[in-house]
């Protein structure tokens, strides 16, 4: 049985629409990066549960964020806002840092 090119695209639709209503009833955190350094240093978000970390680069150059803990890393054009869903985390402190500033764009994650 075939089905008909119109049902499939509907069916492709909505479920890309579930998938963006899911993202976004995620918990939602925000980082900003500027000179050099992450604001805020320190995220509090709820363990064993997935969220949001919307990025932001607010500097004048390219910065990146990155966690090997958490395998994650993301690179931002001056300006640039873009984010990452994280799985849900154990009870504990996960560092991050920028690429481009090792010693100053440093912070953690802290699941509580």
């Known amino acids: 049985m075939r089905v008909p090119k119109h049902l499939l ?6 479920l890309l629409a579930a998938s963006a209503a899911q ?9 900003e990066m500027k000179n050099g350094r992450f604001e805020p ?8 549960t997935r969220f949001k970390l ?7 150059e ?3 964020f990155e966690s090997l803990e958490l395998k994650k890393e993301k690179v931002l054009a ?3 806002t873009s984010f990452l869903v994280f799985v849900p985390l154990k009870p504990g402190s996960y ?8 010693d100053t764009a440093q912070g953690h994650i802290v699941a509580r």
Do not use: K, S, W
């Not at 993202?23 to 980082?31: I, S, Y």
């Not at 919307?54 to 004048?60: C, E, Q, S, T």
């Open 95 to 102: 560092r991050f840092f920028g690429d481009f500033h090792p």
């Open 78 to 80: 001056p300006g640039a």
């Open 62 to 64: 390219a910065e990146e």
């Open 23 to 31: 993202a976004q009833e995620l918990p939602t955190f925000r980082l």
């Open 9 to 14: 695209l509907t069916a492709a639709g909505l």
């Open 54 to 60: 919307v990025l932001h680069n607010a500097g004048p």
């Open 41 to 48: 240093t320190e995220i509090v978000v709820p363990a064993n």
